[in-house]
């Protein structure tokens, strides 16, 4: 079946960059995705990359797709205490969404 | 508030008791998910509802756990004859199918459940 690793824990100081990597098996997505979950509260997405695209930026974060390796990782610039969360990397197997598998999550300590 | 939606946010039991969980997704979704999440674990897929048809379920689910979506509506997962091993949280999840989309899962902020 589908297998998605990541490391389960980063700490980082504020202002600088995080960096969080994932590991999956499945390559047929269109899509991956990383879902954000904080304290007490239910995920949310918070991005995602089309199969096709190496890279995608918005605002702060940058998403990394090779897909010869099979490597997804996600860079958060200027890493606020905000940020401090699991950060689930997430893919739907057999591109129809039906089943979604995600990482075990990497929990992000930013301290001030 | 139209996000998902879960009832009770957290349930404490007995062995042996039954418990239900309820999830009320975003009213426009047809697709409808339960996954469960253990501490230190990502959530862990349980089944899905196409509209009231259950079209998947994971071998995770005993014969103890069903869930139904009699309208396509809500739904409710039930678990009988609880285990220690059943407590975690139970996160219900809905999405749209039709159109153009990413697939994103809006997720309710889940259900716990400590069985003692």
């Known amino acids: ?112 | 508030d139209t996000g998902v939606s879960q009832d009770p946010r957290h349930k404490i039991t007995k062995r042996g008791q039954n418990v239900t969980f309820r999830c009320d997704p975003i009213s426009e979704h047809n697709r409808l998910y339960w996954y469960r999440q253990t501490l230190g674990q990502g959530p862990e897929f349980l089944t899905y509802f196409q509209n009231e048809a259950q079209l998947e379920k994971s071998r995770l689910l005993s014969d103890r756990f069903s869930a139904e979506r009699p309208k396509g509506s809500f739904s409710t997962l039930e678990i009988q004859r609880t285990e220690q091993g059943d407590s975690a949280m139970y996160l219900c999840a809905s999405s749209l199918s039709t159109g153009v989309n990413t697939g994103e899962l809006f997720f309710g902020e889940g259900s716990r459940l400590t069985v003692l």
């Open chain 1, 1 to 112: 079946g589908e297998d998605v690793e990541q490391s389960l824990f980063l700490s980082v100081r504020e202002g600088d960059s995080s960096v969080i990597n994932c590991t999956y098996t499945d390559s047929s997505s269109t899509y991956l995705y990383w879902y954000k979950q904080e304290p007490g509260a239910g995920l949310q997405l918070l991005t995602y990359i089309f199969s096709n695209m190496d890279m995608k930026q918005d605002q702060r974060l940058t998403v990394l797709l090779n897909k010869k390796d099979k490597h997804l990782s996600l860079r958060i610039a200027d890493t606020q205490t905000g940020d401090s969360a699991i950060y689930f990397c997430a893919d739907p197997t057999s591109g129809g969404y039906q089943k979604v598998t995600f990482g075990t999550g990497t929990k992000l300590q930013v301290i001030p």
